[in-house]
């Protein structure tokens, strides 16, 4: 049982290049969340799936997209890269009727 | 949607005091209050949570207290270690049956714990 698993754990992007974080979770959760993590700021809702191909926006959906095709999965894929972009990106799973959320240990990227 | 407001953004106890971190919500359908400890470089982790319909809820020298009518929450630390030092967020959400919304964090709390 690997809980939620993030990959990479470290990404360098050039503005205007384009990639995918990656997220699985193997505990069945039917919610599963994009949070990014920026200093003084909390962690803000980038994108939310309540189950299989049901996606909706969070606070900070521009610059994102998402697509739920299995319950394991959940990638974030990012368009075209800005410096803005720079954070730290958590994945989040958890189960129906409530309890907390299963973080991924994160995504530190850095957009130059 | 729902603001989480928290507050103090930052504080320092000396080791064996008390610790409380406060927090506001705006949207007073929310029923599910979680509390979260973050080391750094850590992921956030699940401390305590508790339901709209439960007043507080103690584990170990932790405690949340939640006041419905005045939508604030509060996290109470007692007997502070210095490995208690790290961010805590609080964060809100709305769980009806099996169905739930996305939390939304407080902008989180670090907290020093002097030995």
Known sequence: ??????????????????????????????????????PGMGLRLIHYSVGAGITDQGEVPNGYNVSRSTTEDFPLRLLSAAPSQTSVYFCA??????GGYTFGSGTRLTVV | GENVEQHPSTLSV??????????????????????YKQELGKRPQLIIDIRSNVG???????????????????????????????????????????????????SGTRLQVQP
């Not at chain 1, 799973?93 to 409530?98: A, D, H, L, N």
């Not at chain 2, 000396?14 to 509390?35: H, L, M, R």
């Not at chain 2, 419905?68 to 959400?93: G, M, N, R, W």
Request: aromatic share 10%.
């Open chain 1, 1 to 38: 049982n690997a809980g939620v698993t993030q990959t990479p754990k470290f990404q360098v992007l050039k503005t205007g290049q384009s990639m995918t974080l990656q997220c699985a979770q193997d505990m069945n959760h039917e919610y599963m969340s994009w949070y990014r993590q920026d």
């Open chain 1, 93 to 98: 799973s958890g189960q129906g009727g409530g």
């Open chain 2, 14 to 35: 000396q080791e064996g005091d008390s610790a409380v971190i406060k927090c506001t919500y705006s949207d007073s359908a929310s029923n599910y209050f979680p509390w």
């Open chain 2, 56 to 106: 507080e809820k103690k584990d170990q020298r932790i405690a949340v207290t939640l006041n419905k009518t005045a939508k604030h929450f509060s996290l109470h630390i007692t007997e502070t270690q210095p490995e208690d030092s790290a961010v805590y967020f609080c964060a809100a959400s709305i769980v009806r049956g099996t169905g739930r919304r996305a939390l939304t964090f407080g």
